[in-house]
């Protein structure tokens, strides 16, 4: 990765997911390339889910972004390329959806099975004593645990193949 590239990726990890706070699109793993055009970049992102909702919320945050940090023209795209799985997701950003009390997914080889939802630690007191609920969470991407240690309810964010 040049120089150029490097600087942009660095200014991405200020630009968060707008539904999850805490982590940044970086470390979430969407933002999948970087081209350059003369001098100005243009940004790939890959979203998690071909519906994503936040989707454009998401290549506005990223264009203006680098309209503040002096790019001209900078270009945000939405690309499908790179099919986006919960492995690109960074340690940073695991820990970042522990954080907004996501249970993170699993890293995987490239198989899941259903029976991935049902080990899941909790992320507020890191019990495995938990149980899912329901494989549909209030949105396509989690699912919902009980917790019986800390006795609370959570959402954990599905492994992705």
């Known amino acids: 990765m040049d120089n150029r590239t490097a600087e942009i990726y660095r200014i991405l990890e200020t630009v ?3 539904e999850i706070p805490t982590i940044s699109l970086v ?6 390339g970087v081209e350059w055009e003369n001098d100005n970049p243009h940004v790939k992102l890959t979203p998690t889910f071909s519906g994503c909702p936040a989707l454009r919320i998401m290549e506005q945050l990223v264009h203006e972004k680098l309209i503040d940090s002096g790019y001209e ?3 945000v795209s939405t690309s499908f390329e790179v099919a986006w799985n919960t492995n690109m997701i960074s340690e940073k950003g695991l820990a970042a959806l522990k954080k907004h009390g996501l249970a993170p997914p699993p890293k ?3 198989y899941i099975e259903l029976d991935v939802l049902s080990d899941i ?3 507020l007191c890191d019990s495995r004593n938990t149980t899912m609920q329901t494989p549909f969470g209030p949105t396509l991407c989690r699912s919902m ?4 240690n800390c006795q ?3 959402e954990a964010f599905k492994p992705v193949t």
């Open 121 to 123: 630690a909790c992320p």
């Open 108 to 110: 995987h080889a490239g």
């Open 145 to 148: 645990h009980y917790c019986k």
């Open 73 to 75: 023209t900078p270009r």
């Open 16 to 18: 968060m997911d707008p």
């Open 152 to 154: 609370n309810a959570f």
């Open 27 to 32: 470390d979430l793993g969407i933002v999948t």
